[in-house]
């Protein structure tokens, strides 16, 4: 009996405001996060478009090189694409400034990452000779 003079009884229209008042409270703190996550969202976006002004850098590396050969100049003219030497199945990225340029030619150069020989990218002519030297 001592448990029964604890109980407190409300009325169904009581337990109905306290619980709507709950989901009330529930729905503002849930609007103040996603308020709060979308300011923060948006303070990254501000850091990350800031920090992807260009900067200079001082190549650190040598740069694996070779130049541009006739054979690469004929497959380029029947496939669009000129394959890497060292496995066919790879191709030489070539970019659509480069192509619009007269590109792949004499005088450019194809370069490849030292670390995956099948990583392999056209140097313009003008580009090479303005940024590179033979060691």
């Known amino acids: 009996m001592a448990t029964q003079k604890n109980q407190r009884y409300f009325p169904d229209e009581w337990l109905c405001t306290f619980h709507a008042n709950i989901e009330t ?5 849930a ?10 969202e948006s303070v990254e976006i501000q ?9 200079k850098y001082r190549r650190t ?5 070779r130049p541009v050969t006739e054979s690469d100049i004929k497959a380029y003219q ?13 191709k030489v ?6 192509r619009k340029n007269g590109s792949p030619k004499i005088g450019d ?3 490849r ?6 990583d392999q990218w056209l140097v313009a002519e003008k580009y090479f000779n303005e940024n590179f030297e033979t060691i």
Do not use: W
């Open 61 to 65: 590396q040598v740069a694996e090189m």
């Open 25 to 29: 409270r529930k729905g503002r703190i």
């Open 78 to 90: 029947v496939d669009k694409e000129i394959h890497s030497m060292r496995d066919t199945e790879f």
């Open 93 to 98: 990225s070539i970019s659509d400034v480069d």
């Open 113 to 118: 990452n030292p670390n995956n020989h099948n």
């Open 47 to 55: 850091v990350n478009t800031s920090m992807n002004e260009f900067e």
């Open 109 to 111: 150069m194809i370069a």
């Open 31 to 40: 609007k103040k996060i996603n308020n709060a996550t979308h300011r923060a």
